[in-house]
């Protein structure tokens, strides 16, 4: 993929050694950092220095001492809510004194068409480049994230962080991250096809193309679920479809990653009609709160909308609280495997909840149809979206 503008051009032992000389030289001037946080600074302040724009650093250490400066005077609030807000006005400011930074590069990245969902982190762009590959997609989506605004901040970086190390083709692919002005880049695969949102909205699914997007999601969530990873925000808008019938898990920017210190999860996030009774009762939970969106998702698939969606956030978190379970309006219209698949997915108990892996071994996901039998509903959805928007 062509360079966009602004992008540091330097080889990274160089880039790590000015990082090192530099973060050294700042420490030397008295700031606080314990040893966590120090180490913590260092690999996100790395990261920035990956994406911040300007000339070769190589030789910029004594330049960039202020700007690190100020990156690790931001870096000492970051567990006082500010950190976000603090590094980009610091960095930018420091940035721009610094001599080091142009306002403009000699080129401008090209933008096309925009991508508009309702409930985006950030600003998603359509973008044409060149040359294609596995790491270089021909097309590509940009998510713009102001890194003034501190909560959409930390879920990027929490997105790109799940995304660049977990590769699988049913997620979105990372390409890569750029940071100019005051707004961090997030470049990613483009998914022609729209969300499953939408072909929900505009046509009906049959039980074998349910089945094909089921298939696919789970492989998706049995791979992060064994890289110890949690989504914690699968819901249909967050299911990305190609033209060719592929579908992809998108959206990160709430995943956890489990580790052996820290192996369940008590924090309530997610989106209310998706989300499981492990969460809303603040109990501690692990991957199988996926499980249960996606059966979330399985229903909408089959009615149009998810569960209660006619009731007030409170009222459906009372009610999956006080041991409701969705149910399907008219189970008789369905076939036994779907409705036993709904069943394994939507039970209370997450122990006896199936896991992704168990799930793709059901009987209804193993009678899915090809995913290229999804391509005419793909198709239909967005003539049907173009007829009404002209």
């Known amino acids: 993929m062509a360079a966009l503008s602004g992008r540091v051009a330097v080889p990274r032992p160089g880039r790590a050694q000015c990082a090192e000389q530099l973060c050294a030289r700042s420490l030397q001037g008295n700031l606080l950092i314990d040893e966590v946080s120090a ?11 990956q994406v911040l724009s300007g000339a070769d650093l190589t030789g910029a250490a004594q330049a960039m001492e202020g700007v690190c400066a100020a990156a690790f005077t931001a870096f000492t609030v970051a567990y006082s809510g500010y950190f976000f807000t603090h590094l980009a006005r610091h960095i930018s400011l420091a940035w721009r004194e610094s001599g080091l930074w142009s306002p403009k590069g000699t080129s401008e990245p090209p933008v096309a068409a925009c991508l508009p969902e309702e409930e985006a982190k950030g600003e998603e762009d359509a973008q044409q480049s060149a040359p294609a590959g596995p790491e270089h997609p021909a097309s590509v989506a940009i998510k713009k994230i102001s890194l003034l605004q501190e909560s959409g901040s930390e879920l990027c970086l929490n997105e790109i962080q799940v995304m660049r190390g977990n590769k699988h083709a049913n997620l979105v692919n990372y390409v890569d991250s750029y940071l100019l002005d005051e707004e961090l880049w997030l470049v990613m695969e483009y998914m022609d096809g729209g969300s499953l949102h939408d072909v929900i909205r505009e046509t009906h699914l049959a039980e074998g193309e349910i089945a094909a997007v089921s298939r696919e999601c789970l492989q998706g969530l049995d791979f992060l679920h064994s890289k110890q990873v949690i989504h914690r925000d699968v819901k249909s808008r967050n299911i990305l479809l190609s033209l060719d019938g592929s579908v992809k898990l998108a959206d990160f920017g709430l995943a956890a990653e489990l580790t052996a210190e820290q192996n369940k999860r008590r924090s309530a996030v997610g989106t209310t ?18 499980i249960w969106s996606f059966g979330i998702v399985a229903i909408e698939m089959v009615e149009g909308a998810p569960p209660y969606w006619n009731e007030t956030s409170r009222t459906v978190q009372e009610l999956i609280s006080s041991g409701g379970r969705p149910k399907l309006q008219k189970p008789r219209q369905q076939s036994a495997w779907l409705r036993d698949f709904l069943h394994c997915c939507l039970e209370r108990d997450e122990d006896r909840r199936w896991s992704a892996q168990e799930l793709l071994q059901h009987p209804f996901v193993t009678s899915a149809k090809p995913t290229s039998d999804l391509t005419p509903l793909i198709m239909a959805t967005q003539q049907f979206m173009a007829d009404r928007r002209y």
């Not at 180490?39 to 920035?48: A, E, P, V, Y």
């Not at 989300?275 to 009762?281: D, G, L, R, W």
Request: charged share 15%; no cysteine; hydrophobic share 50%.
């Open 39 to 49: 180490s913590t600074t260092l690999n996100i302040f790395l990261f920035f220095l």
């Open 273 to 290: 009609y998706w989300m499981a009774p492990e969460i809303f009762t603040r109990k501690l939970y692990g991957p199988k709160v996926d």
